[in-house]
């Protein structure tokens, strides 16, 4: 088992590391009140003889279709978006009164190759030259920092996917058709350190990726700790291309913390993990922020070694109805591969959401649409949904914040009214070899 472990694959650790499907923080706001649920528009009269007729509603998109953030992509919210198209165009499209019909959905993507410049570029090109009605985002938090700016420059609605950081919730407050869907730091780490505090965790490590994701992480887990009392007597940060975490490891052990948690990517995580198995280290707590709520990484180390191990998110089958029949059609579409348990579900949320304001607006103008997803509530998979007021997915619709490994299943453990079940502490010991 152990040796098996440590023989994964260089190339393996590092395209999987690239799965950054959340990212960083920012101060936690007060429930917001949701806007009034209004019904959409329901069809009344044919359009007018004279109007420009149409057969379909394009959607652009520049996302990485090759190079590493492909992993990000094919792993993120392409389930979701993939699925979102297929469903609504065999239901014969969106119903759009302007125009008295249902429109397909035609969906253009270009390929920017894992390119920032190359992205920005050919989103221009779909606003400029292809014209098309709107367009999804492209993945990874970076990639949304850049296209940001273009969409709200020409004034098209861009509801954010992969990716969410302080900075970036900072940079779309001047950014009104851009809106965040993504939960991260600011409303995870808070609930984990006061549940450190009722389990009585006194020390707690802290292992962070030299990145946004990593920086922003441990310093929300530096400053909520300390806030609760909680020493922090190890903060040890590491490069993306870091092939030995023992020291860091050992470092931790040596100080006996009571919680080791890594601010870092799959990659990361899994070689994290790999290590302390080998070197015997078994703190109460265990945690990884991105990769522990996927199944594969269940599947590496096997579903009784990782008893018992934290991570970001979380959603799953039993979070609702509506959770589990994505879950499935998620499973039946792409298999193990496609089902992210910490953003998809926010993803297939914002499809829904988004929909359902182009049938309220009726019409395809964005200004109109735009002005409906800041104010109004829509029934999604996550219940009532809504935006709060610094244009985030309100922090009432999320499914969780925090899971756990239990029993062979990601459970949602936290916040306490979101958890499938009751969470485990302290974390059992590694299986021996």
Same mark, same amino acid.
Not at 163 to 168: D, K, M, Q, T, V
Not at 196 to 203: A, C, D, L, S, Y
Not at 229 to 246: L, N
């Given at each position: 088992m152990n040796k098996k472990l440590l023989l994964i694959p260089l190339a393996l650790l590092l395209a999987i590391s690239l799965v950054a499907i959340g990212c960083p923080a920012t101060p936690t706001t007060p429930p917001t009140t949701p806007p009034t649920t209004t019904p959409p528009t329901e069809p009344t009269t044919p359009p007018p003889d004279d109007i420009d007729t149409r057969d379909s509603i394009v959607i652009g998109q520049a996302v990485s279709l090759s190079g590493p953030n492909y992993v990000i992509h094919a792993s993120g919210a392409m389930v979701p978006q993939t699925l979102w198209v297929e469903q609504v165009n065999a239901e014969g499209g969106i119903y759009v009164e302007e125009y008295g019909?249902?429109?397909?959905?035609?969906?253009?993507? @270009?390929?920017?190759?894992s390119d920032h410049g190359t992205m920005v570029k050919l989103l221009e090109k779909l606003i400029l030259e292809d014209k098309v009605d709107f367009i999804f985002p492209p993945c990874s938090t970076s990639w949304l920092f850049a296209a940001a700016p273009i969409a709200n420059k020409y004034e098209y609605v861009m509801l954010g996917a992969e990716g969410g950081a302080e900075s970036l919730e900072e940079l779309v407050q001047d950014l009104p058709y851009v809106f965040l869907v993504l939960n991260y730091s600011n409303t995870q780490i808070p609930v984990l350190a006061d549940q450190f505090v009722e389990w009585g965790v006194k020390t707690v490590a802290i292992n962070f990726l030299?990145?946004?994701?990593?920086?922003? @992480?441990?310093?929300?887990a530096l400053s909520e700790l300390t806030k609760r009392g909680i020493e922090v007597p190890v903060i040890k940060?590491?490069?993306?291309?870091?092939?030995?975490?023992?020291?860091i490891i050992k470092a931790a052990q040596d100080a006996n913390v009571d919680?080791?948690?890594?601010?870092? @990517?799959p990659g990361q995580n899994i070689l994290v993990t790999a290590q302390a198995i080998e070197l015997g280290y078994n703190p109460k707590v265990f945690f990884g922020t991105v990769g522990p709520f996927a199944l594969w990484f269940r599947d590496i180390f096997t579903a009784p070694t990782i008893e018992g191990l934290i991570g970001g998110g979380a959603w799953n089958k039993k979070s609702s109805p509506a959770a589990a029949e994505f879950y499935d059609a998620s499973m039946d579409r792409f298999g193990e591969g496609g089902i992210d348990m910490w953003g998809n579900l926010y993803y297939w949320a914002s499809l829904q959401f988004f929909q359902q304001a182009i049938e309220k607006a009726g019409t395809l103008d964005q200004k109109v649409i735009r002005d409906i997803i800041a104010t109004e509530t829509f029934d999604t998979c996550l219940g009532p949904t809504w935006f709060d007021e610094k244009q985030r997915l309100a922090e009432e619709c999320h499914p969780g914040e925090i899971g756990q490994w239990i029993n062979g299943e990601w459970e949602v453990i936290?916040?306490?009214?979101?958890?499938?079940?009751?969470?485990?502490y302290p974390k059992p010991p590694w299986p021996t070899p």
């Amino acid at each position: 088992m152990n040796k098996k472990l440590l023989l994964i694959p260089l190339a393996l650790l590092l395209a999987i590391s690239l799965v950054a499907i959340g990212c960083p923080a920012t101060p936690t706001t007060p429930p917001t009140t949701p806007p009034t649920t209004t019904p959409p528009t329901e069809p009344t009269t044919p359009p007018p003889d004279d109007i420009d007729t149409r057969d379909s509603i394009v959607i652009g998109q520049a996302v990485s279709l090759s190079g590493p953030n492909y992993v990000i992509h094919a792993s993120g919210a392409m389930v979701p978006q993939t699925l979102w198209v297929e469903q609504v165009n065999a239901e014969g499209g969106i119903y759009v009164e302007e125009y008295g019909k249902k429109l397909p959905i035609e969906w253009i993507q @270009y390929d920017d190759k894992s390119d920032h410049g190359t992205m920005v570029k050919l989103l221009e090109k779909l606003i400029l030259e292809d014209k098309v009605d709107f367009i999804f985002p492209p993945c990874s938090t970076s990639w949304l920092f850049a296209a940001a700016p273009i969409a709200n420059k020409y004034e098209y609605v861009m509801l954010g996917a992969e990716g969410g950081a302080e900075s970036l919730e900072e940079l779309v407050q001047d950014l009104p058709y851009v809106f965040l869907v993504l939960n991260y730091s600011n409303t995870q780490i808070p609930v984990l350190a006061d549940q450190f505090v009722e389990w009585g965790v006194k020390t707690v490590a802290i292992n962070f990726l030299e990145d946004l994701h990593g920086v922003e @992480y441990s310093n929300r887990a530096l400053s909520e700790l300390t806030k609760r009392g909680i020493e922090v007597p190890v903060i040890k940060s590491h490069p993306f291309e870091i092939q030995d975490m023992s020291p860091i490891i050992k470092a931790a052990q040596d100080a006996n913390v009571d919680a080791f948690c890594n601010m870092t @990517y799959p990659g990361q995580n899994i070689l994290v993990t790999a290590q302390a198995i080998e070197l015997g280290y078994n703190p109460k707590v265990f945690f990884g922020t991105v990769g522990p709520f996927a199944l594969w990484f269940r599947d590496i180390f096997t579903a009784p070694t990782i008893e018992g191990l934290i991570g970001g998110g979380a959603w799953n089958k039993k979070s609702s109805p509506a959770a589990a029949e994505f879950y499935d059609a998620s499973m039946d579409r792409f298999g193990e591969g496609g089902i992210d348990m910490w953003g998809n579900l926010y993803y297939w949320a914002s499809l829904q959401f988004f929909q359902q304001a182009i049938e309220k607006a009726g019409t395809l103008d964005q200004k109109v649409i735009r002005d409906i997803i800041a104010t109004e509530t829509f029934d999604t998979c996550l219940g009532p949904t809504w935006f709060d007021e610094k244009q985030r997915l309100a922090e009432e619709c999320h499914p969780g914040e925090i899971g756990q490994w239990i029993n062979g299943e990601w459970e949602v453990i936290l916040p306490k009214d979101k958890a499938t079940a009751e969470p485990i502490y302290p974390k059992p010991p590694w299986p021996t070899p």
